[in-house]
Nanobody
Framework: QVQLVESGGGLVQAGGSLRLSCAAS????????MGWYRQAPGKQRELVAT?????NYSDSVKGRFTISRDNAKNTVYLQMNSLKPEDTAVYYC?????????????????WGQGTQVTVSS
C-alpha cells in the first residue's frame, strides 16, 4: 500500500500563490506517475497535472501551475500562481504504481485525503 499525505492548502486572494506538497510513504517502489487532481463543489474530479515519463497539465492551469517531483524525498509539489476563484476546489494527490503481486504485474491508483484550496475574489 501507498500512503499519500498532502499539505499546503488554504485561503488566498485572487492573483496570489500557493504551493501544495504531497509525500508518499509505504510501498513506494514502482510508483511511476504522481500528480494532482481537484474537485470543486458539484463537479467531477478533474486532472490538474501529472508527472511521470512526461508532464501533463490541464488547459485551465497551463502557464500558471507547475508540477515538480523530488524522487529522493518521494514528494510531488504543485506551485500555483495567478490563482483564480475558479481554482477553488479540494486538491487530491495521486500516485500510480506498478508492481509484481501474486506472480503477475498489478497496476494500482492511490489517492491522498485532499486539501482545500479557496481563492477569494
Amino acid at each position: 500500500q501507498v500512503q499519500l499525505v498532502e499539505s499546503g492548502g488554504g485561503l488566498v486572494q485572487a492573483g496570489g500563490s500557493l504551493r501544495l506538497s504531497c509525500a508518499a510513504s509505504g510501498s513506494i517502489f514502482g510508483i511511476d506517475v504522481m500528480g494532482w487532481y481537484r474537485q470543486a463543489p458539484g463537479k467531477q474530479r478533474e486532472l490538474v497535472a501529472t508527472r511521470g515519463g512526461t508532464t501533463n497539465y490541464s488547459d485551465s492551469v497551463k502557464g500558471r501551475f507547475t508540477i515538480s517531483r523530488d524522487n529522493a524525498k518521494n514528494t510531488v509539489y504543485l506551485q500555483m500562481n495567478s490563482l483564480k476563484p475558479e481554482d477553488t476546489a479540494v486538491y487530491y494527490c495521486y500516485a500510480h504504481r506498478v508492481a509484481w503481486s501474486g506472480g503477475r504485474l498489478a497496476s494500482n491508483d492511490y489517492w491522498g485525503q485532499g486539501t482545500q484550496v479557496t481563492v477569494s475574489s
